[in-house]
């Protein structure tokens, strides 16, 4: 018996172990979240736990992640820039509501689709005679848009060009130079626009354009270093992804955050603003 031979087998069988034991190593069971503080009704910082965030992002996430077999915990890392870096820096795993542009994904991995369209709308008084159908129409009017919007790359070039936009600290702001006759329009999410024109008591007085003027997606975004980030992962996230508009699951999710936001305004603890 050749004995040199059969002792490469024990080596040759756990060679060929390496990819499964890999496999099994990577799959993460848990995931650690954060995301944007003040982006309601899709994430904000909790105001009865301020450790952690709520909306409707971190509901879906929660949910798809059941289904996986995984536990995510949402929370609250700081302002946006601040959630960026921790997961980049791999300190925490995934982004729950991040833009897609293109110096980030040099340290983050997107899930496509994306897991809410955030559609941004124009608002105008009843009274407006400006008509809008396309970004051209707004060329030579005064508008107002929070600084905390999320614009896709494209639509921002656009702004720069040809709008002209007053910033804003939030949204609430923005809304009361519409009604006050210091802007002509507003720049605002659809339900977050909803939400603030009702809670402002203004929404008979205002209208929002039925077509969207930018479509930003808000995605799911794993960082490079996060030990969570395999092929597995990204795969069932993006399968995910996929069947969740046809489940309508995110429309009922969104309704229903959209609701728990609106009550929060009224009778308000303490979280941000939008």
């Given at each position: 018996m050749?004995?040199?031979?059969?002792?490469?087998?024990?080596?040759?069988?756990?060679?060929?172990?390496?990819?499964?034991?890999?496999?099994?190593?990577?799959k993460?069971?848990?995931?650690?979240?954060?995301?944007?503080?003040?982006?309601?009704?899709?994430?904000?910082q909790?105001?009865?736990?301020?450790?952690?965030?709520?909306?409707?992002?971190?509901?879906?996430?929660?949910?798809?992640?059941?289904?996986l077999?995984?536990?995510?915990?949402?929370?609250?890392?700081?302002?946006?820039?601040?959630?960026l870096?921790?997961?980049?820096?791999?300190?925490?795993?995934m982004?729950?509501?991040?833009?897609?542009?293109?110096n980030?994904?040099?340290?983050?991995?997107?899930?496509?689709?994306?897991?809410?369209?955030?559609?941004?709308?124009?608002w105008?008084?009843?009274?407006?005679?400006?008509a809008?159908?396309?970004?051209?129409?707004?060329?030579?009017?005064?508008?107002?848009?929070?600084?905390?919007a999320?614009?896709?790359?494209?639509?921002?070039?656009?702004?720069?060009?040809?709008?002209?936009?007053v910033?804003?600290?939030?949204?609430t702001?923005?809304?009361?130079?519409?009604?006050?006759?210091?802007?002509e329009?507003?720049?605002?999410?659809?339900?977050?626009?909803?939400a603030?024109?009702?809670?402002?008591?203004?929404?008979?007085?205002?209208?929002a354009?039925?077509?969207?003027?930018d479509?930003?997606?808000?995605?799911l975004?794993?960082?490079?270093?996060?030990a969570?980030?395999?092929?597995?992962?990204r795969?069932?996230l993006a399968?995910?992804?996929?069947?969740?508009?046809?489940?309508?699951?995110?429309?009922?999710?969104?309704?229903?955050?959209l609701?728990?936001?609106?009550?929060?305004?009224?009778?308000?603890?303490?979280?941000?603003?939008?």
């Open positions: 050749d004995l040199r031979r059969l002792s490469g087998v024990p080596l040759l069988l756990g060679l060929s172990m390496l990819p499964v034991l890999a496999l099994a190593a990577g993460c069971d848990r995931v650690i979240v954060t995301g944007s503080p003040d982006a309601p009704p899709y994430l904000w909790d105001p009865q736990d301020p450790a952690h965030l709520i909306g409707a992002n971190a509901d879906l996430l929660t949910h798809v992640a059941g289904e077999g995984l536990k995510v915990e949402l929370l609250y890392a700081g302002k946006r820039a601040q959630a870096e921790e997961v980049r820096s791999g300190r925490m795993d982004l729950a509501d991040t833009s897609l542009t293109n980030q994904l040099e340290s983050l991995d997107y899930i496509h689709p994306p897991l809410e369209e955030n559609n941004y709308l124009v105008t008084r009843n009274d407006s005679a400006l809008y159908s396309e970004a051209a129409d707004l060329i030579g009017h005064l508008g107002a848009v929070s600084e905390k999320r614009l896709t790359q494209a639509f921002e070039s656009v702004v720069r060009k040809q709008l002209t936009l910033s804003t600290a939030n949204l702001l923005a809304f009361q130079k519409l009604v006050l006759g210091e802007v329009y507003v720049l605002a999410p659809q339900y977050a626009g909803m603030m024109t009702q809670t402002l008591s203004i929404a008979s007085d205002v209208q354009s039925a077509q969207p003027i479509k930003p997606g808000l995605f975004a794993i960082s490079h270093n996060s969570c980030n395999d092929p597995w992962l795969g069932q399968k995910k992804m996929t069947e969740l508009p046809a489940s309508g699951l995110a429309e009922a999710v969104l309704q229903r955050n609701e728990r936001w609106k009550a929060q305004l009224k009778h308000p603890v303490s979280t941000p603003n939008q």
